[in-house]
């Protein structure tokens, strides 16, 4: 029962390229959705979040992006950068709780 | 302003030995959630607590595990009678409130079993 799911288990891009993840979700309840990265041996660090009455939320190079009717959400990054190279989880919440997706590893390449 | 504070980093135990991860919420933080990564997976959730209280314990296994959050001091999650399934990363986390989105995590506690 994977409600949320992340089908790229990993993302090769160029440095300063646009680097898309992408994240895709089966419950209508989860009120906010939220991007973490991930360095192996450390704890997930927030990145970015959205709430699911808006549609784009930006911050910097980040901008993440919500399909609600598709139930799918996005990430950019553009510029990309080799210190972007990480596994990113998407995680969405409902009730405090975080469901988080699979994981994608990014590598940037310089 | 100290983060989230997750001791030990490392455990080494024995199968049958029993296990207890600590963890110390942001300042000001009264909601703890315990969430473990097995390896080549994502984080499961396992349990949310606040101080006192178990709110949603419904991703702990049945049987050996058990988490608490008392008035005073950390949070444990304790594990009994370890099993090689066990070897994971325990992470802890905290945030302010119900509603507030985002979560703060530690840097994990990593458990080997032997």
Known sequence: DQQVKQNSPSLSVQEGRISILNCDYTNSMFDYFLWYKKYPAEGPTFLISISSIKDKNEDGRFTVFLNKSAKHLSLHIVPSQPGDSAVYFCAAQSYGKLTFGQGTILTVHP | ?114
């Open chain 2, 1 to 114: 302003n100290a983060g989230v504070m997750q001791n030990p980093r490392h455990l080494v135990r024995r199968r049958g030995q029993e296990a207890r991860l600590r963890c110390s919420p942001m300042k000001g933080h009264s909601h703890v959630y315990w969430y473990r990564q097995l390896p080549e997976e994502g984080l499961k959730f396992m349990v949310y607590l606040q101080k006192e209280n178990i709110i949603d314990e419904s991703g702990m296994p049945k049987e050996r595990f058990s988490a608490e959050f008392p008035k005073e001091g950390p949070s444990i999650l304790r594990i009994q009678q370890v099993v090689r399934g066990d070897s994971a990363a325990y992470f802890c986390a905290s945030s302010p409130s119900l509603a507030s989105g985002e979560l703060f995590f530690g840097e994990g506690s990593r458990l080997t079993v032997l």
